[in-house]
């Protein structure tokens, strides 16, 4: 796991608007913090892919558009549980790829398209999509960053019909040192530390990841495992 990189992310989904839905917020990081120029989320319901949230209107009118179209980044990834992307929007790969989503797209000022999975049991629940109005791969670094909010939003939209989501708890701001959190916090990270074989610093990584994308506290959450309300299993957050 790479800590660093996660807290780095934790910390700026914790920053954004506590009254906004979690997938907005992980899209609104990979904008502000990633640095891409529009993110999406998308699902399946029924069977059928759709958009779930996205960082705002262009990018959810870009999510919407590749299922009206039948074909884009998150089309492909859903068929093939593979990121699938497009570096070029007006290349001639793109247009024979993509023939009638890559012109659409491009003549809105976009360049690039990329899609990760959400992967859950090895199965796509989803897609994480991001765009850049300029051509050009992502870098390792936002690649790093963008799977791991993929990660992240995987544990949101697995778990979204589940009655572990409480709304609007204000978790705008917890604490990242360990010896800042409820003794309880610490009994939970004790607890996943013995049952997963992670450090406890891992674990309480694990704890505030969680805790975040099922819109609860900390301390909520490790009340739930401490009473056993709640199994955290691992996760794929380069492990």
Request: some cysteine; hydrophobic content about 50%; glycine content about 8%.
């Amino acid at each position: 796991m790479d800590h660093v990189r996660l807290e780095r992310l934790l910390t700026g989904l914790h920053a954004t608007n506590a009254g906004a839905g979690v997938l907005h917020r992980l899209c609104t990081v990979c904008v502000g913090d990633v640095g891409v120029d529009g993110a999406s989320v998308s699902g399946v319901a029924d069977g059928m892919p759709r958009l779930l949230d996205a960082s705002d209107g262009e990018a959810a009118a870009l999510g919407a558009l590749q299922f009206e179209l039948g074909e884009g980044p998150c089309v492909d990834t859903m068929a093939t549980f593979h990121p699938s992307s497009q570096v070029d929007l007006t290349s001639d790969d793109a247009h024979a790829r993509w023939p009638a989503f890559a012109p659409a797209v491009a003549s809105r000022g976009f360049a690039a398209a990329f899609a990760f999975p959400l992967l859950d049991g090895g199965v796509a629940v989803g897609t994480l999509d991001v765009y850049n109005r300029t051509a050009g791969p992502l870098d390792s670094s936002q690649t790093a960053d963008v799977s791991i909010l993929a990660d992240l939003a995987t544990l949101a939209v697995a778990q979204s019909d589940t009655a572990l989501v409480i709304e609007d708890v204000g978790i705008a701001v917890e604490p990242a040192a360990p010896w800042a959190h409820a003794p309880i916090v610490h009994n939970a990270c004790g607890m996943l530390s013995q049952q997963l074989g992670i450090s406890v610093d891992d674990a309480l990584l694990r704890l505030r990841a969680l805790a975040f994308v099922q819109n609860r506290s900390v301390t909520q959450l490790a009340r739930a495992v401490v009473t056993r309300q709640v199994k955290i299993d691992r996760w794929t957050i380069h492990e």
